[in-house]
C-alpha cells in the first residue's frame, strides 16, 4: 500500500502486473504440487528427532529458501521486439526477460472497452457502468488510462474491494462459530479499520503493528485498538472460555487452543508459515521448533478474546484519558493537605460550592410502600420511616418489587437510600455478614393511579428511562452505574463503608406526570449471589430541576462534618479534604457526561473498566512447553519470542518486566 504516484499500480503496467503476479502464484503452487508428490514417495520421519536441525545453518540457508535474506536481483535490460509493449520500469524488464526468455511476445493492448472492465473488477470489484465506459471510450487524452486508474484507487469502493481480501486471509467473521455460534455483533469496526486503512493508502509497516500490538504501541489512537479486532477474528470458544471455572484443565485447555488460533493466525498471515504443526513436536520439514511455537503462544499469554470498549472519536478518548488521570490523582490526596488544594483557586470553588449548599433546599419526599414483592422468599417489612427491612430468610439472590403512590407531577429524580440496621450483619446496610451488598439492575416502572388496586395493571406499567446515576459511595470497580447497564453480572457496592447509611440518586429522562397521580414500581434486582441483599431500602422522589439540590443528599458523611464546622477553625487537611472533593465531584461529572465508548471485539491484555476507572491489566499467564500438546504433560515455562530459524533474529525477547503482555506483542 503506497500512494499512487510511487506505486506499480499505475497505467500502462498494472494489468501486466496483475498478470505477473499471477502467473508466479500459478507457478509457485505448480511447484509446491509436484514436491509433495515427490516426498510422498520417500519415507515420512517417524520422530521429530529425524527432521532437519532448525538450529543448522546450512539447513536455514541452503534448504529453506525462504528463510534466506533477501537479495536485490540485477535488473536484466533486454530490448522489445514487439510494437505492443515497451518496457518503462524494473518489473516490466523481468516480464519482458522472462517471456523471450520462453520464446513468447507480449500481447497486444487491450480494446479500451476491454480494458475498463478488468481494472474496474481488479479495483473495485464491480463492472464500470455503461455511461463510465463511453467516457473512456472517447477520452482522448495520452494519460486517460492513467486518469481512470487514479479515479479508481481513490474511491472508497477500492478499500472494500480489498479489504475483502484481506478479512478472507485473517478468517473474519461475525459470529463466535462453535456449537453454539451466536452473533459477534461488534466485530465491524474491525472491517471498518481494514477499509480505511486501504483508502487511507497506510504504510503496511504500520498496518502490520497495529493489528498485533495497536493498543500497546498507540493507546491513545482509537484506530490502533480497532486493529486488534485482527487478533480475535478466528472461532471463540464461549462456553469453554467463559463458563467453566478458571485454573481447571478444562479451562487452560480452552485456552491453549484459543492462543493456537492467534499465534497461527499471526504468523500465517505476516510470515506465511504454519507455526502450529509444531504444537505436539518439533515440525516435520520447517525448521520450527516445539519450543519456538510456545515462545509465540507466550507472546499472546496476557491476552483474552473479548468486546472492550474504545473511543471512535481521538478527541473523545484524550478527554476521557485526561479526566481518570486527575481522578486517579485526587483520589490519592484524599486526607492530605496538598499545595494544590490549597491554592486561592481550589479554595475559592469549595466557598463555591459551600454557599450554594447552605442555600438549597431540602426537595425530596418519601414514598411509603403500598405493596411490597420478593421473588425468593425474604420477608420484607414496612417500617414506619417508609423503609423497608429484609428479615428471616436470606436467600442467594433476590429481587425486590416495590410500589408506590403519589400525586406529585413532573417527577424528575428518585433516590435509593440503603440504610442501616441493628438487626444486620455489621449492621449493614447489606445482609452479607461483612455488611456488604450489590445491587446489580436498578429499574422503575410508571402507570395511572387506579382507585380499585395498589398493583397496576401489567399492561399499563411503563419502563421508565433512566440516566446519569450517581452515588455517596462506589465500591472499586462496583459502580452504581453499573445498575442501569444491562449487564446483570455488573452490580453497585458499598464494600468497604459497611455500618453506614448510603445514597444513590436516579435522575429521569424525561418529567414524569401523569393525570390523577402515579403509580410507581421500583424493581430492585440483586442477582450476584452470596447473600448480597439490601437490608434496609428507602425510596423518595422530587420534582426539583437543579442539579445541586438533587446531589446534597450525596454529601458524605466526612465532607458533611466539614461544612459544619466554621471556616475558620479548619485545618489544613480540611480544608483541602473539601477542595479535593468539590474537584473530584465535578471531574466525575464531566466523566459521566462524555459520549459512551463504542464496543469491539478484540484480544486486549485489559480488564474491563467502568465509567471513572482506567482498565486493569489482566495478569499475564505462565505457558509451558507441552508434550506431544498435553496439558498433563506440562515442562518447562517458556520465554515470549520467535522463531530461531531466522538469521540476524533475537529469537528469544529480552523485557525489561517480562510480565508486561503489551510489551511482548510490541516486541514480536
Not at 428 to 442: M, T
Not at 595 to 610: R, Y
Request: charged content about 25%; aromatic content about 8%.
Amino acid at each position: 500500500m503506497v500512494r499512487p504516484s510511487a506505486s506499480s499500480l499505475t497505467a500502462p503496467n498494472l494489468r501486466r502486473h496483475f498478470r505477473f503476479i499471477r502467473c508466479v502464484l500459478l507457478g509457485a503452487f505448480s511447484l509446491g504440487i509436484s514436491w509433495w508428490i515427490a516426498r510422498a514417495a520417500e519415507d515420512v520421519p517417524k520422530s521429530p528427532t529425524t527432521a532437519p536441525s532448525p538450529t543448522d545453518k546450512s539447513s536455514a540457508d541452503e534448504t529453506w529458501w525462504s528463510l534466506r535474506p533477501l537479495i536485490r536481483p540485477s535488473i536484466p535490460h533486454v530490448a522489445s521486439r514487439s510494437r505492443h509493449f515497451v518496457p518503462i520500469n524494473a518489473i516490466d524488464q523481468f516480464v519482458l526477460s522472462r517471456l523471450i526468455e520462453n520464446g513468447l511476445e507480449p500481447s497486444p493492448p487491450a480494446d479500451r472497452r476491454t480494458l475498463i472492465r478488468r481494472v474496474y473488477f481488479d479495483l473495485l470489484g464491480l463492472p464500470p457502468s455503461p455511461e463510465a465506459v463511453e467516457d473512456f471510450v472517447a477520452d482522448s487524452r495520452d494519460d486517460a488510462f492513467e486518469q481512470l486508474v487514479d479515479r479508481l484507487l481513490a474511491s472508497p469502493h477500492f478499500g472494500e474491494r480489498w479489504a475483502r481480501h484481506w478479512m478472507d486471509v485473517v478468517h473474519y467473521a461475525e459470529s463466535h462459530g462453535h456449537d453454539q455460534d451466536r452473533p459477534r455483533p461488534t466485530a465491524w469496526p474491525y472491517r471498518d479499520y481494514l477499509i480505511r486503512s486501504m483508502n487511507d493508502d497506510k504504510p503496511y509497516s504500520q498496518f502490520v503493528a497495529e493489528q498485533v500490538a495497536g493498543d500497546a504501541l498507540r493507546p491513545d489512537d482509537s484506530q490502533a485498538i480497532a486493529a486488534t479486532g485482527f487478533l480475535a477474528t478466528g472461532p471463540f470458544d464461549e462456553s469453554s472460555l467463559q463458563s467453566i471455572q478458571d485454573d481447571t484443565d478444562d479451562r487452560r485447555i480452552a485456552q491453549y487452543l484459543d492462543r493456537d488460533d492467534m499465534v497461527t493466525t499471526v504468523m500465517s498471515t505476516f510470515v506465511s508459515t504454519t507455526v502450529h504443526c509444531a504444537r505436539c513436536h518439533d515440525h516435520f520439514f520447517d525448521p520450527i521448533t516445539q519450543s519456538d511455537y510456545y515462545a509465540l503462544q507466550a507472546v499472546f499469554a496476557g491476552v483474552d478474546k473479548g468486546e472492550r470498549t474504545y473511543d471512535a472519536d481521538p478527541a473523545i478518548s484524550r478527554r476521557r484519558q485526561s479526566l481518570r488521570t486527575e481522578l486517579a490523582l485526587l483520589r490519592g490526596l484524599k486526607g492530605q493537605a496538598d499545595s494544590s488544594l490549597l491554592t486561592p483557586a481550589a479554595q475559592e470553588l469549595a466557598s463555591a460550592f459551600e454557599a450554594k449548599q447552605a442555600a438549597a433546599p431540602s426537595v425530596w419526599q418519601t414514598l411509603e410502600p403500598v405493596e411490597i414483592k420478593s421473588a425468593e422468599g425474604s420477608t420484607l417489612t414496612k417500617q414506619a420511616d417508609g423503609s423497608v427491612l429484609a428479615s428471616e430468610k436470606r436467600p442467594e439472590k433476590d429481587t425486590y418489587t416495590l410500589t408506590f403512590r403519589t400525586p406529585l407531577r413532573g417527577l424528575t429524580a428518585l433516590r435509593l437510600e440503603v440504610l442501616t440496621d441493628d438487626s444486620l450483619s455489621k449492621r449493614g446496610p447489606g445482609r452479607q455478614d461483612n455488611g456488604n451488598l450489590h445491587l446489580s439492575e436498578f429499574k422503575v416502572f410508571a402507570a395511572p393511579q387506579s382507585a380499585s388496586s395498589n398493583q397496576p395493571p401489567a399492561a399499563e406499567m411503563k419502563p421508565l428511562t433512566i440516566k446519569n446515576p450517581r452515588a455517596d459511595f462506589n465500591q472499586d470497580g462496583w459502580t452504581i452505574a453499573h445498575t442501569i447497564d444491562g449487564n446483570p453480572a455488573t452490580a453497585w457496592g458499598i464494600y468497604p463503608r459497611v455500618g453506614e447509611d448510603h445514597r444513590a440518586v436516579y435522575e429521569f429522562a424525561q418529567p414524569v406526570s401523569l393525570e390523577g397521580g402515579t403509580a410507581l414500581t421500583v424493581v430492585l434486582e440483586q442477582l450476584h449471589g452470596g447473600g448480597h441483599l439490601i437490608g434496609r431500602p428507602r425510596i423518595s422522589v422530587t420534582t426539583a430541576t437543579e442539579s445541586l439540590a438533587l446531589d446534597g443528599d450525596l454529601i458524605p458523611a466526612e465532607i458533611n462534618s466539614i461544612l459544619k464546622k466554621p471556616a475558620a477553625e479548619r485545618s489544613d487537611i480540611e480544608r483541602a479534604e473539601l477542595a479535593r472533593y468539590v474537584r473530584q465531584s465535578q471531574v466525575e461529572r464531566d466523566l459521566v457526561a462524555l459520549p459512551a465508548p463504542q464496543m469491539i471485539f478484540a484480544a486486549s491484555g485489559e480488564m474491563k473498566s467502568d465509567a471513572f476507572n482506567p482498565p486493569s491489566k489482566r495478569p499475564v499467564r505462565m505457558v509451558h512447553l507441552l508434550t506431544r500438546g498435553d496439558i498433563k504433560q506440562a515442562k518447562e515455562i517458556a520465554q515470549a519470542g520467535s522463531l530461531t530459524c531466522i538469521p540476524g533474529l533475537t529469537a528469544r525477547f529480552e523485557l525489561a518486566n517480562a510480565t508486561d503482555e503489551a510489551a511482548r506483542r510490541a516486541a514480536l
